[in-house]
């Protein structure tokens, strides 16, 4: 072995932890076989810390991730402990205190997997997420609380660079997949934010020679979607919208449960944080039918984001083939269990 990754592991909670210790060997299997190793930092944060803390992670939890060089994440969330503690006390600090700026989350139709419609076979989806401001912001409070007069203000926050350097990262994308953008946008009824939005990003394409923007109201975009996926190649969107679109197109292509996702410093000056985008689902934790195709993908996201690009393609390979033999798990029609689908995407590594 002659290169060695420290990756912190947070299983979460729920088949956070069922998907993340079969994905883990999937990842040191691979690894095996392409001359590298995993140094695996398994950290207990989640939501039963919390129960007994008060904390979904240490006070000096970013100090003992900052040494790494990434982070995988499994799920948070259980019906006793509110989401927006969850969510606010792990996720979002990590990505806010390391700057993972974009959140990167790719689609396609896997072989073997059904999708939401017939003639869809084509559907290859990135969506770039701006992944630190927009919609999801601390700035704002509630009012008058228990009173008949109670109310609640929100603020969002887009900055100059901040739209600038997530549309930048998505015309280098763009540019690769055909050249057309679409930026989601709701500029005719939000009148601050979103014309700002879709100025900074027009301007910034502009300076991408064969990258050319579609500017699609996010109601309009959304109908796209579900009525012509295939239509759609690349697409940038705000913290909210990127978060919401994303989710919609993994459905479009069968399942929530196979869609990965990256939090990216694209700099490297920090570490980067690789996740499936579903849930916790306390309702099967445990019970040994979580799909982790989606931990898989995002496994072999990391791998890619590492350098190590010939065992990122192996393991992707090696869960696609095994779908493609009708192996999956329940959520996909199949009868495999999450031990024996990771076992049989270990057999076909190379």
């Known amino acids: 072995m002659t290169r060695t990754y420290t990756i912190d592991s947070i299983p979460g909670d729920g088949i956070g932890v069922d998907v993340t210790d079969v994905a883990m060997e999937c990842v040191d299997a691979v690894a095996g076989l392409h001359g590298f190793s995993v140094s695996w930092r398994v950290r207990d944060w989640n939501s039963d810390l919390y129960v007994k803390t008060g904390r979904m992670m240490p006070v000096d939890g970013i100090e003992q991730l900052s040494s790494g060089d990434g982070i995988y994440l499994g799920a948070v969330g259980t019906p006793d402990v509110p989401d927006d503690v969850t969510l606010w006390g792990l996720l979002i600090p990590i990505r806010r205190e390391f700057d993972q700026y974009i959140n990167l989350r790719p689609m396609k139709l896997l072989p073997g997997v059904k999708g939401a419609m017939p003639g869809i076979e084509d559907l290859d989806i990135v969506v770039v997420r701006e992944n630190v401001e927009g919609e999801y912001s601390q700035i704002g409070g509630r009012f008058g609380a228990g009173t008949d007069a109670e109310f609640a203000v929100q603020e969002s926050v887009f900055t100059k660079a901040g739209v600038r350097r997530a549309a930048r990262y998505a015309a280098e994308v763009a540019a690769g997949r055909g050249g057309t953008l679409v930026s989601a946008t709701k500029s005719n009824g939000i009148i601050h934010t979103m014309p700002f939005w879709d100025e900074v990003v027009a301007r910034t394409v502009a300076e991408f020679p064969g990258v050319t923007v579609d500017k699609v109201l996010?109601?309009?975009?959304?109908?796209?979607?579900?009525?012509?996926?295939?239509?759609?190649?690349?697409?940038?969107?705000?913290?909210?919208?990127?978060?919401?679109?994303?989710?919609?197109?993994?459905?479009?292509?069968?399942?929530?449960?196979?869609?990965?996702?990256?939090?990216?410093?694209?700099?490297?000056?920090?570490?980067?944080?690789?996740?499936?985008?579903?849930?916790?689902?306390?309702?099967?934790?445990?019970?040994?039918?979580?799909?982790?195709?989606?931990?898989?993908?995002?496994?072999?996201?990391?791998?890619?984001?590492?350098?190590?690009?010939?065992?990122?393609?192996?393991?992707?390979?090696?869960?696609?083939?095994?779908?493609?033999?009708?192996?999956?798990?329940?959520?996909?029609?199949?009868?495999?269990?999450?031990?024996?689908?990771?076992?049989?995407?270990?057999?076909?590594?190379?």
């Open 218 to 350: 996010i109601d309009a975009l959304a109908a796209r979607l579900v009525m012509k996926p295939t239509s759609v190649r690349t697409i940038v969107a705000s913290n909210l919208f990127g978060d919401i679109l994303s989710d919609l197109v993994a459905g479009v292509a069968g399942s929530i449960g196979i869609a990965p996702s990256a939090n990216l410093n694209p700099e490297r000056r920090y570490p980067s944080m690789f996740e499936p985008v579903h849930g916790s689902a306390p309702d099967i934790a445990g019970k040994g039918i979580a799909n982790p195709v989606g931990a898989l993908w995002a496994a072999a996201m990391m791998l890619y984001h590492l350098g190590e690009e010939a065992a990122a393609r192996s393991l992707t390979s090696a869960f696609e083939s095994t779908l493609a033999e009708g192996i999956a798990t329940p959520d996909l029609g199949g009868s495999a269990t999450t031990l024996e689908f990771a076992k049989e995407v270990r057999s076909r590594l190379r």
